[in-house]
């Protein structure tokens, strides 16, 4: 009979100990976690772009927003396929609290660039300095690029699908030039 009591006791012991070491760490304060709000346009493009062009002129942007009660500092990074560059006027800033800052984004297309489909990804990580780097927070937007032959007889194409309406410049530019309203040089990357 000593032994039926034993074991229930053991558990109810086991029990209360894990309860106990669970309360603890749920009450123990944890550092609040930062936000960074990351919104904009560039992930709803699909970029169709010649080799050695450039998507200038093209409404591609992030806004980075501090939604944090103190400064961080804001690391923007990029990842493209060779011979691809997203430029971003500032990879390195601070923001203040409830602060944003948004960035016109610029694809070029280098004339060594391969032919094909890629995606492209503009990320922002935020942290904060103190006892040492302390990262805060963090987003990112995705955008496909398809890199095509360029032809020599017409204008480059430069073009985007934004909410499902497909837009092209270079088709645009095409028919006014055709109007010989205006002369278009073409810019090599």
Not at 8 to 20: E, M, W, Y
Not at 94 to 105: C, F, M, T, V, Y
Not at 145 to 159: A, C, E, F, M, T
């Given at each position: ?6 074991r ?6 086991r ?10 760490l ?12 990351f ?16 998507s200038e ?58 032919l ?5 990804t ?13 990262v ?6 995705q ?14 194409i ?25 002369k278009v ?5």
């Amino acid at each position: 009979m000593n032994k039926g009591i034993k074991r229930p006791a053991k558990a109810v012991a086991r029990v209360v100990t894990t309860l106990a070491v669970l309360l603890l760490l749920l009450l123990t304060p944890t550092p609040a976690a930062a936000g960074l709000g990351f919104t904009g346009n560039f992930y709803r493009y699909g970029f169709v772009m010649e080799q050695g062009t450039t998507s200038e002129g093209i409404e591609a942007y992030v806004t980075i927003i501090n939604t944090d009660a103190q400064p961080v500092k804001v690391k923007m990074k990029t990842e493209t396929p060779p011979g691809v560059t997203i430029t971003i006027p500032e990879t390195d800033f601070s923001l203040e609290p409830n602060g944003q800052k948004r960035l016109d984004l610029v694809v070029e297309v280098s004339s060594a660039a391969e032919l094909g489909e890629y995606i492209l990804t503009v990320s922002a990580e935020s942290y904060r300095e103190g006892s040492g780097i302390m990262v805060a927070g963090g987003g990112m937007q995705q955008a496909t690029l398809k890199i095509v032959k360029p032809q020599s007889n017409r204008l480059p194409i430069i073009g985007g699908v934004i909410g499902g309406v497909v837009i092209f410049v270079g088709a645009i530019i095409m028919i006014l030039k055709k109007t010989r309203w205006f002369k278009v040089s073409r810019r090599k990357a």
